[in-house]
Structures are given as C-alpha cells and as structure tokens.
C-alpha cells in the first residue's frame, strides 16, 4: 500500500525559506495527483497547493505566491517550498495523495511534520 | 466557497447518533464534497468522498448525504474511537470547513 512520508527542519527562522519533502513509496506517482496541507496548532485545516505528476502546481491564493511545489517522479518524491516566513507559518505540515478523476479527494495522508518559525 | 460546519461540538455518549453539519455558501456539484476524521494527534483520514460514498474499510456507521448547500455526515451510532474532529472539504478551491469536534458526554 502507498505510504507517504515528510521530511522537514522543524526549525526555521524568520524570513527564511521552508523546504519539506514528501517521499512516496509502495506505488507509483503516475496518475495522481499530490498536496500539501498544513494545521497551525490547534486549528483546522489549510490547503497549500497541488501538482499533477506532469508538474503542473496549483497554489491557494491566500498564500500571496510564497509557495512552490515541484515534482521528481522519478525519484517518487514531492517537496513544497515556502518563502518570507513568519511565526503565521508555524504548522503541521502533511502531504496528501490526490485521487483525481470523477470524484476528487485526498485518499493517502503523511503523519505530518512540525515547522515551528521562531529566532 | 466558503464551508460552514455545525456544531463546533458535539457532546455525546457511545452508542448515540451523530448529526454534523457543513453548509456551502454556493451551490457545487455533490461529487466535490468530502469529508475527513482526525484522531489527536493523527493525520487526516478519508472518510467519504463524493458527499455520500464511504472510503476504503470506513464502516458502513458512517454515512453522507446531501440537500441543496447543506451537507450532512452522520454516524449511527457512535464508538470510542469515533471521538475526533470532522472536516468537510470541498474541491473547487479545495476549502476545509473549520471542523465539529465529536467529544465524550
């Protein structure tokens, strides 16, 4: 079965760049679709984007275009990047798989990394 | 769109039926609405896709409707482990509803 892991640098500071990577295994990328989502503590859920697997990125406007999602099928990873960090940013970070199609939903989830932006 | 869920809490005792709520500002096509469990301190997971069709090994206590701008999630009769936050989220944008906690009575 499909399984997805994140990696990220739990700590980052203010102004910098995040980079989380979302390493899938036990299927292949082809065919889907792939999301970030994120849950600052103790609130509810925010979408970050998509990408197909050709890499074509769709981003949810409230982020102001801070956000970058690439694509290495051949490498079955996935990795978001987010820019201009504030304490705002501070979340759990999951990535998702999308099943695109007649109906669409995130069917695989990560467990999801923390990001914490303080100096 | 924007996703309303009612109630923000649900107090109940197991064995109760489950009534959640999640209300479109504008009408959508059904097949775009989903809805997700999450556990503390767990990940999201799928529990209906397509406003009424359940997710791969989600028991058949959990079922969704529709009417209209309002959706509806309901479990017949709720287990231990069914004491979570529920989200509803729809595609076209691919909003969340802000989640109804279901909690021990």
């Known amino acids: 079965q499909v399984h997805l892991q994140e990696s990220g640098p739990g700590l980052v500071k203010p102004s910098q760049t995040l980079s989380i990577s979302c390493t899938v295994s036990g299927g292949s990328m082809s065919s889907f679709y792939w999301s970030w989502i994120r849950q600052p503590p103790g609130k509810g859920l925010e979408w970050i984007g998509y990408i197909s697997y050709t890499g074509t990125a769709t981003y949810n406007p409230s982020l102001n275009s801070r956000a970058t999602i690439s694509v290495d099928t051949s490498k079955n990873v996935f990795s978001l990047e987010l820019d201009s960090l504030t304490a705002a940013d501070t979340a759990v970070y999951y990535c998702?798989?999308?099943?695109?199609?007649?109906?669409?939903?995130?069917?695989?989830w990560g467990k999801g990394t923390t990001v914490t932006v303080s100096s | 769109i924007v996703l309303t869920q009612s109630p923000g809490t649900l107090s109940l005792s197991p064995g109760e039926r489950a009534t959640l709520f999640c209300r479109a500002s504008?009408?959508?096509?059904?097949?775009?609405l989903n809805w997700y469990q999450q556990r503390p301190g767990q990940a999201p997971r799928l529990l209906i896709y397509?406003?009424?069709t359940r997710a791969s090994g989600i028991p058949d206590r959990f079922s969704g409707s529709w009417f209209g701008t309002e959706f509806t999630l309901t479990i017949s009769r709720v287990e231990p482990e069914d004491f979570a936050v529920y989200f509803c989220q729809q595609y076209s944008g691919w909003a969340f509803g802000q989640g109804t906690r279901v909690e021990v009575k």
């Open positions: 998702a798989r999308v099943n695109w199609g007649s109906y669409n939903y995130m069917d695989v």
């Open positions: 397509g406003a009424s």
């Open positions: 504008e009408s959508f096509s059904s097949r775009f």
